[in-house]
């Protein structure tokens, strides 16, 4: 019944709001993937159930999974205020049998917030909302999973001659009447958020800093508190183009796990060749475990777009405790025919023993927009060391772990009332 109640509230919107500025959108994303790799199988029990774990070891069959993403969107623009509702079902291709009298539970509000205006400069943004800031490294709307992410928050919103700042706050309850006490701390999922979030142009020079603070509670009175805090700056250069990351943490994990000055530090290069060639190259360095301290992690952001695209890293295992050093080359190439290319290379050490070697990754992905819709497609590829760390004493992996997707992108605009204006 939720499902019926929420689309009749979005055409009820369209009817009410039919000669105002109002837009109503969809999507329409799926995606194919064949697995033939570990996806950070190392780091799960020989038991894992998640096929996706379990298909880099050893004598393991690869095998393809398509999962969907649909969903409607609605904007409503008053004098005073912006409405936005979305919501959205993912679903895999079996997940549900035939002829079957109820979906796979997965329909929810994506989105659902009220952006009111203050005054010329200031506004107050609340509700379920994505918090995507400067590269997503920290905070990200993590687009490439189907399901996406966005938080519960309250945002007050700062936007004067090139400045911008977002104050935020969130505090999670259990549903209902559950009680002060929170009982949800899986993947890093907190009791209460806040951060700020400041930003400033200078010409070609953006800077951007950010304090983040998030505490978790994991079913006790116990509460655990870690801050992260750092800047982000992108300057264009002419031809070149440069972006560096400086994070630091330090407080408590979830159960009162000590974090001491962990960092990650960043440096990326684009460098325009000509009309239709770019060169790219970067290095990243994400702090391992210490004798005094946890490995740092990067949280909310979209963690898919860094260290490889088969998400060996931060993606899955959620934390390594050695730590990374990432070493990345690559090229971007507008090609005949309105396809696009992407090809990059990373490799991979421990930062804790940096002479330790991971493996090498190499990542391609081509693009090409037609009439109406998108289509992307890529192929990875990950050659791993001996010194992959394996602490579940899993079983030796195989000696091909590759990875091949293909998805379809469709965002067809249903109804948009102020361009009839």
Request: hydrophobic residues 40%; aromatic residues 12%.
């Amino acid at each position: 019944m939720k499902k019926q109640y929420a689309l009749i509230a979005i055409f009820a919107l369209v009817v009410q709001f039919a000669q105002a500025q109002f837009t109503l959108e969809g999507e329409f994303r799926p995606r194919a993937e064949l697995f033939n790799n570990g996806f950070n199988y190392r780091y799960q029990p020989a038991s894992a159930s998640p096929a996706g774990n379990l298909s880099g070891r050893e004598g393991s069959d690869a095998f393809v999974n398509t999962s969907v993403r649909v969903a409607l969107n609605s904007k409503y623009v008053a004098e005073g205020y912006t409405l936005y509702l979305g919501v959205q079902e993912v679903f895999n291709f079996g997940d549900r049998t035939q002829i079957a009298a109820s979906g796979n539970g997965n329909f929810r509000i994506q989105e659902a917030w009220a952006d009111l205006k203050l005054s010329d400069k200031w506004s107050f943004k609340i509700g379920r909302q994505p918090l995507s800031y400067d590269d997503q490294r920290i905070l990200g709307g993590l687009g490439w999973a189907q399901q996406a992410r966005t938080h519960d928050v309250g945002l007050l919103r700062l936007k004067d001659n090139g400045f911008a700042l977002d104050a935020g706050y969130s505090l999670n309850t259990n549903s209902g009447s559950g009680g002060p006490i929170f009982n949800r701390a899986t993947l890093f999922t907190y009791k209460e958020l806040a951060f700020v979030h400041a930003n400033k142009k200078f010409g070609k020079v953006s800077l951007s800093g950010l304090i983040l603070g998030t505490t978790f509670q994991a079913g006790s009175e116990n509460k655990s508190t870690l801050i992260t805090a750092g800047i982000h700056a992108k300057a264009s250069l002419g031809k070149l183009g440069l972006a560096a990351n400086a994070y630091i943490q330090d407080g408590q994990r979830v159960n009162d796990v000590e974090v001491k000055g962990a960092s990650l530090l960043s440096l990326d290069a684009t460098l325009k060749v000509g009309e239709k060639t770019s060169l790219l190259a970067g290095a990243e360095i994400i702090s391992g475990t210490k004798d005094d301290s946890a490995a740092f992690f990067p949280l909310y952001g979209t963690n898919h777009k860094f260290n490889g695209l088969m998400d060996r890293f931060y993606v899955g295992n959620h934390a390594i405790g050695s730590g990374l050093v990432d070493i990345n080359l690559g090229a971007s190439f507008k090609l005949g025919g309105g396809y696009n290319l992407t090809v990059k290379g990373h490799t991979f050490k421990e930062e804790s023993r940096a002479k330790n070697a991971l493996g090498e990754e190499i990542d391609l992905v081509i693009a090409k927009a037609f009439n109406g819709y998108k289509l992307v497609a890529g192929y990875s590829q990950f050659f791993e060391n001996d010194d992959f760390p394996n602490p579940a004493g899993n079983p030796e992996a195989k000696g091909t772990q590759n990875w091949a997707w293909a998805m379809l992108i469709i965002k067809p605009k249903f109804l948009n009332t102020a361009a009839k204006q």
